[in-house]
């Protein structure tokens, strides 16, 4: 998007520049007025406007919709004070970032009488400077504070407003604000991006009057922005690569042109460091892995190396070494190298895999949907993948908790066994001898040969405690001494074997209320959620609820070789309305019965379990009366609205909480279907 886009017509046309109130610059002021009435009232196609921008136009449209004055102040709702010490602390390093460049911004704007904002990315703000006193006071008039939320759905259409929604520096100069309790204001804003390229905030530049507006100040708010975002892209990567380092389950070392250890991830510490008398940092390569004459070649420029197996002579072990490449600066010269190796596994006696199921069945190409917050724990998993640091994936039962843990072992450790256990489904008495494993004879009825445990099947590869919230609290300081030092004993040996495993764990239960209530280990619960993944529940993923009817309707009929059968707008619609408190599993299972009882092309209401039917609200179980049935789904909406404004009296928080939505999307709703209020 060029810049100029982003520039209020007041500044590209140079009308209103001073104080001197000229004739075509108050007829511009009144046409712009006239034209947001005349656009929010339907009076004219915004499509035969030119002088509004269209991201104002579409801005005007849904404050209206949202039931906002255009007239009286709309004032913003503002966050708790323990509220919004959370915020920030979730926002502190867009905070921290962006901190210098709002005191540099506020001393080249000193003389100027600006504010300063600096917003989430939901319009909250966190930092609010003004210029001086009668600025503060305005801005108490404005309830413009730290902590107050000011979005389109709060306050109307504003530059930051638009920038979060379109991820693009706005500038909006008086009337074009939908409220005209803002005339006054002109405003620059920019959005800011974090190290994952996801929207974090905006800083904005505000101007009590348009007539001290100026062109420079989006440019100048632009350039901050970008200066924020490179500061927090930068941090990001240098956490993220330390962190990769230090979480990776490869050994990482660095060396410098002479072949000297200059850097080691705790991987390649943790190795070599028992046989070590010295640090690693600081040692000759040759003083640790031997003579190697292709690292001798790498450090002279030759060709990368890869997958070479080691046999460490000093320290009697194998190593293979994964890759040798050189490091070069920008001008070609030789740095050093960086060389990433494994240990090479060896499969225990009595540790044979055979005859266990330990492949992961699923890869995140499985978790079907299209919800915004689905997909961010999708990529959030892809990159907590390459990682090996512990996981805790929590959700409610039914969310895909398992699928994910499949995903993350197919992205990490493909050709290592994947491991399950359920340690609610398993008796108290035997999970200890499940988990670790016992030697022959250990206790009566225990196989002669001894048998080991999940966690010594899961060397190499992840081990997944699904419903570790289950586990018995006698057994959890045990598992926390596994996870400390990699190393297990069967029940009746003396003996510990080394392991090496990716731990996922599952819950559907608050830990942290566990931990209170002295049924769950505190220290084990900062082991388990190093990494934390959050499933949202099915009723939270919109029209994945479609999605996901429709694909398992085709899979049941698949499988039972039987023709897909439609499902009705009616059907879908009853769905969209059920809160689904067994999630995807119990969806699937509706959609398995629903196929079974119906002996037609078609699915419709009527073809769900009793349960389902029951659980439905009011308003549409009597929408989905047989000859309303036929219509399509937004004629079926409609009369659900319809039924829930009667039945309110027209209250519309009243009817909202009858349909299950919120009042903006009811509001947008009543202003599509047309629908009268009274």
């Not at 080249?108 to 009488?113: E, R």
């Not at 995140?364 to 993948?385: K, T, V």
């Not at 999605?547 to 009705?568: M, T």
């Amino acid at each position: 998007m060029k810049l100029e886009h982003a520039l209020s017509p007041m500044i590209r046309n140079r009308s209103i520049i001073t104080q001197n109130a000229e004739a075509e610059a108050i007829e511009l002021i009144k046409q712009i007025k006239q034209l947001k009435l005349d656009v929010i009232n339907q009076r004219i196609d915004k499509k035969e406007i030119s002088l509004i921008r269209p991201e104002i136009l579409d801005s005007w449209i849904r404050s209206f919709n949202y039931g906002l004055s255009v007239f009286d102040y709309n004032f913003a709702p503002a966050l708790g004070e323990e509220a919004l010490q959370q915020r920030c602390q979730e926002k502190a390093s867009l905070l921290a970032s962006s901190e210098p460049f709002i005191q540099q911004l506020s001393t080249m704007l000193a003389d100027s009488q600006c504010i300063i904002l600096l917003s989430d990315e939901v319009g909250s703000m966190l930092r609010v400077l003004e210029g001086n006193k009668k600025l503060k006071d305005q801005n108490k008039r404005f309830k413009l504070v730290a902590g107050s939320i000011w979005n389109e759905e709060t306050v109307g259409t504003c530059a930051h407003a638009i920038s979060l929604i379109h991820g693009i520096p706005m500038q909006i100069s008086g009337p074009e604000h939908y409220c005209e309790r803002y005339d006054d204001i002109f405003c620059s804003s920019a959005p800011i991006f974090d190290g994952n390229q996801n929207l974090s905030g905006t800083l904005s530049i505000v101007s009590p009057s348009f007539h001290q507006q100026n062109a420079h100040s989006l440019g100048l708010v632009v350039s901050m922005a970008w200066a924020i975002q490179k500061d927090i892209q930068m941090g990001f990567n240098k956490e993220l690569l330390s962190f990769t380092l230090d979480s990776a389950d490869k050994g990482v070392l660095t060396l410098n042109k002479s072949g000297i250890i200059t850097q080691a991830n705790n991987m390649a510490n943790n190795f070599f460091r028992p046989l070590l008398e010295h640090e690693l940092i600081g040692m000759p390569y040759q003083s640790v892995l031997g003579p190697l004459s292709f690292i001798e070649s790498v450090l002279e420029k030759g060709p990368a190396v890869f997958d070479t197996e080691v046999f460490l002579e000093r320290w009697n072990q194998r190593i293979t070494i994964l890759s040798v490449q050189a490091i070069s600066d920008n001008a070609g010269q030789n740095l050093g190298l960086v060389l990433v190796f494994k240990k090479n596994g060896v499969l225990r006696k009595g540790s044979s895999n055979k005859g266990h199921n330990l492949a992961a069945k699923f890869t995140f190409q499985d978790i079907l949907g299209e919800a915004p917050e689905l997909l961010n724990n999708i990529a959030i998993s892809r990159r907590f993948s390459y990682l090996d640091a512990n996981i805790l994936i929590q959700g409610e039962s039914g969310t895909g908790k398992e699928m994910f843990a499949h995903a993350i072992h197919q992205q990490s450790r493909p050709d290592g066994p994947f491991v399950a256990v359920n340690c609610a489904a398993i008796p108290s008495t035997l999970i200890e001898s499940e988990l670790f494993g016992y030697e022959g004879g250990s206790f009566t009825g225990a196989e002669k040969q001894g048998r080991p445990g999940k966690i010594e099947l899961a060397h190499g590869g992840t081990l997944f405690l699904d419903e570790i919230g289950d586990m018995p609290l006698e057994l959890q300081p045990v598992l926390l001494r596994v996870l400390d030092e990699k190393r297990v004993m069967r029940l009746g040996s003396s003996q510990y074997l080394p392991v090496d495993f990716r731990l996922i764990s599952a819950t559907n239960r608050d830990l942290s209320e566990l931990v209170e209530s002295k049924r769950f280990r505190q220290d084990l619960l900062y082991r388990l959620q190093v990494l934390q993944v959050n499933i949202p529940p099915l009723r939270k993923r919109g029209q994945d609820i479609v999605l996901l009817a429709r694909y398992f309707a085709q899979k049941v009929a698949q499988q039972q070789g039987i023709a897909v059968p439609q499902l009705s707008d009616a059907f879908l619609l009853a769905l969209l309305n059920y809160e689904w408190p067994g999630n995807v599993r119990q969806l699937e299972n509706t959609i398995l019965y629903a196929v079974n009882v119906c002996h037609g092309p078609m699915i419709g209401p009527e073809h769900l379990p009793a349960n389902i039917r029951e659980g439905l609200p009011q308003i549409v179980t009597a929408g989905l009366q047989p000859e309303k049935q036929q219509l399509p789904m937004k004629d079926i909406e409609k009369i659900f609205i319809q039924e829930a404004l009667l039945q309110s009296d027209y209250n519309i928080s009243d009817a909202a909480l009858r349909l299950k939505m919120s009042r903006s999307t009811l509001y947008r709703k009543i202003k599509e279907y047309q629908i009268k209020t009274k």
